[in-house]
């Protein structure tokens, strides 16, 4: 695959040819006959890239759906199967496709096998299950528990460790083949060697201004979720650093010609049915979203071969996290980035999301004097957004950022 890029192109350039290919890879693979696999966004992917399985992602797939104004159709053959629209989305969006087969973004071929982990959700459980019933396909799960303390147990840790030698073994009974622990070993290199690469890429938002706006984060995304077993990946984060590097380094600011007057996180999943949208009122206003949980969530970062790592990794991440452990990782980040502000997506989607956001706003208000403002949406399900609220909601948080800098500018004053 490594031909189909090279060093002269742009990342963007490299984004769009790579997630393409992950994609159309899969769809000529089933046609000789070979096995595709479904795989939730953050379950280990090295196995199934050990065994040479091909593998896309559903809620990947649900994103270019909803972005192209597609998921309505899907959405309500969904509900009219008899899914609540209460469920998530994407899992109604992705259930639906797997009757019809149709989308308005790019075919994605039906799985022979699917691989889920829990650490983002307990919905994804119920969903895989459906597919793997409905289809009479394997099902392969990695059980992540919660971490209720804030330090991740060592318990937990040996519990998902010794999980990974039956997904092993089932795969080994899926494909008939021994599995090769040194193809093993240098596919976890590239995985964690990509994560890194991802995470100093995004890291770059801490510049000012950012040379990077979170709403392109959210396209290169695509890259980390689908293809992190694979050195194509870490080859287009570098070259995305390199390029943020440039811009950093000449003040050119991520809002592409506008000026950066604010600062903000988001906290919670893009709407992605209107990601212009929410990209241009915040634009309007010279706020750039240079804070975001998605760097950390795929930081998967471990030692290969050390399998107790990789399995931390996997425990450890974003929404897997206790309260004071999902508070402390905003924390970091708004310092970081250095945000006056934080925008939280209530997002009908995800109740693991939207359950806790009260809490950690109230806290991060009390502890860190930032501004917050909230706004009705969903990740797939137009139907739950109102330009109109986010419009008022973002000019609300833009006037209590600007009383916030006129009162510290006071007091500066006033020390004078």
């Known amino acids: 695959m490594s ?124 969903w895989y299950e459906n597919i793997a019933y409905e289809l009479h396909i394997p099902l392969l799960i990695v059980d992540v528990p919660y971490n209720h303390d804030n330090e991740i147990t060592q318990e937990n840790v040996d519990y998902v460790k010794a999980q990974f030698g039956r997904i092993i073994e089932q795969l080994e009974e899926i494909t008939g083949k021994a599995f090769d622990y040194d193809k093993f070993n240098e596919v976890m290199k590239i995985s964690s060697e990509n994560a890194k690469a991802w995470y100093e890429a995004t890291s770059m938002c801490s510049a000012e201004p950012s040379p990077l706006s979170g709403f392109d984060m959210f396209n290169y995304m695509a890259l980390i979720v689908c293809m992190r077993g694979k050195a194509e990946c870490g080859m287009t984060f570098r070259k995305l650093k390199e390029e943020l590097e440039e811009k950093a380094k000449n003040k050119i600011c991520g809002l592409k010609g506008a000026e950066e007057k604010y600062r903000i996180m988001w906290d919670g999943i893009a709407c992605w049915p209107y990601l212009s949208h929410t990209y241009k009122v915040l634009k309007n206003y010279g706020v750039n979203m240079t804070g975001s949980t998605y760097p950390s ?21 974003g929404n897997n996290l206790s309260m004071q452990g999902q508070i402390d990782l905003r924390k970091s980040i708004i310092k970081d980035t250095k945000c006056e502000g934080v925008i939280m997506h209530m997002n009908r989607s995800c109740k693991m999301c939207d359950f806790m956001q009260y809490e950690i706003g109230q806290e991060l208000q009390d502890s860190m004097g930032v501004s917050i403002t909230t706004f009705d949406g969903d990740q797939a399900d137009p139907r739950n957004y109102s330009k109109a609220q986010y419009e008022t909601r973002i000019a609300a948080l833009v006037e209590m950022m600007d009383e916030k800098k006129a009162m510290k500018q006071e007091e500066e004053t006033d020390a004078e």
């Open 3 to 126: 031909s189909v890029i090279n060093e002269s192109m742009t990342s963007r350039e490299m984004l769009d040819i790579l997630v393409a290919k992950n994609m159309e890879d899969a769809r000529q693979a089933k046609k000789r006959g070979e096995l595709v696999c479904w795989s939730s966004s953050i379950a280990p992917c090295e196995f199934c890239e050990t065994m040479g399985i091909h593998t896309v992602y559903p809620e990947n797939h649900v994103v270019g759906i909803a972005a192209r104004k597609g998921a309505p159709e899907l959405l309500q053959y969904a509900e009219a199967k008899g899914y609540s629209n209460d469920i998530c989305g994407y899992a109604r969006a992705n259930l639906a496709y797997m009757d019809v087969q149709y989308c308005v973004s790019e075919e994605m071929p039906l799985p022979d096998l699917v691989l889920l982990c829990n650490n983002i959700c307990e919905t994804l459980l119920k």
């Open 297 to 317: 969530a795929w930081a998967l970062m471990y030692t290969p071969g050390n399998l107790e790592e990789l399995a931390r990794a996997y425990t450890g991440m």
